[in-house]
């Protein structure tokens, strides 16, 4: 089991950035992808990125592409999603997630993931 704790999240104007945090514990070996997903109110959990503990390229929902960045230091288990030029519709609840295989643009999939976080609440206001 890997236990997973997002923080960072907060309110910021349009145009600003949050840098979001993600610290994994526990087995952490046996998961080799990390997710961030957001679910605002009324809607589906969305993947917003996706980073794999080996080499291979993120991956990125083209509504953040060019705006977020996900990265991780897996010394320290971690992952951070940097989210700049916030817009309105960014407003949501986020998680991330923990997964066994990575699974290139499908690990944008809630179904990939074994292992979420609470949430750490981002809101952007025009």
């Known amino acids: 089991q890997v236990q997973l704790q997002e923080s960072g999240g907060g309110s910021v104007q349009a145009g600003g950035s949050l840098r979001l945090s993600c610290t994994a514990s526990g087995a952490t070996y046996t998961r080799t992808v990390t997710g961030w997903f957001r679910q605002a109110p009324g809607k589906l959990r969305e993947g917003v990125a996706a980073?794999?503990?080996?080499?291979?390229?993120?991956v990125y929902a083209d509504s953040v592409k060019g705006r977020f960045t996900i990265s991780k230091d897996n010394a320290n288990n971690m992952v951070y999603l940097q989210m700049n030029n916030l817009k309105p519709e960014d407003t949501a609840m986020y998680y991330c997630?923990?997964?066994?295989?990575?699974?290139?643009?499908?690990?944008?999939?809630?179904?990939?993931?074994?292992?979420w976080g609470q949430g750490t609440q981002v809101t952007v206001s025009s």
């Open positions: 980073i794999y503990r080996g080499g291979a390229p993120p």
């Open positions: 997630a923990a997964g066994q295989t990575y699974l290139g643009y499908q690990s944008l999939t809630p179904s990939a993931y074994s292992e």
